[in-house]
């Protein structure tokens, strides 16, 4: 079992950047594939960015990619998110997750494992 916490959210300006951090407990960090996903008020729960075990592999939503960078640090059992160029539609409250299996899945449904979440907020 893991437990996840975000943190690094916060309010921006469109085109400005912000780094989320996702801190992870337990020793077996690295046997996870994690995702980071995202929900907006009355919209469901969107993939952005996974990343493999090993950090070798990722995968983005088109609507970051060229713009969001997922990347992990097995040894101080983090996961981050950085993003560039933010606009008001980035605006949403920010989950990292992590799943067992080694597939970069998109679905929600397929993890295992969730923080509480950090607000981004994004204004025009």
């Known amino acids: 079992q893991v437990q996840l916490a975000e943190s690094g959210g916060g309010l921006v300006q469109a085109g400005d950047s912000l780094r989320l951090s996702c801190a992870a407990s337990?020793?077996?960090?690295?046997?996870?594939?994690m995702g980071w996903f995202r929900q907006a008020p009355g919209k469901e729960r969107e993939f952005v960015a996974a990343?493999?075990?090993?950090?070798?592999?990722?995968y983005y939503a088109d609507s970051v990619k060229g713009r969001f960078t997922i990347s992990r640090d097995n040894a101080k059992n983090t996961v981050s998110l950085q993003m560039n160029s933010l606009n008001p539609e980035d605006t949403a409250v920010y989950y990292c997750?992590?799943?067992?299996?080694?597939?970069?899945?998109?679905?929600?449904?397929?993890?295992?494992?969730w923080g509480q979440g950090t607000q981004v907020t994004v204004s025009s």
């Open positions: 337990g020793r077996t960090f690295s046997s996870y594939v």
């Open positions: 997750a992590a799943e067992t299996t080694i597939v970069l899945h998109t679905s929600p449904r397929e993890y295992d494992y």
């Open positions: 990343i493999s075990r090993g950090g070798g592999s990722t």
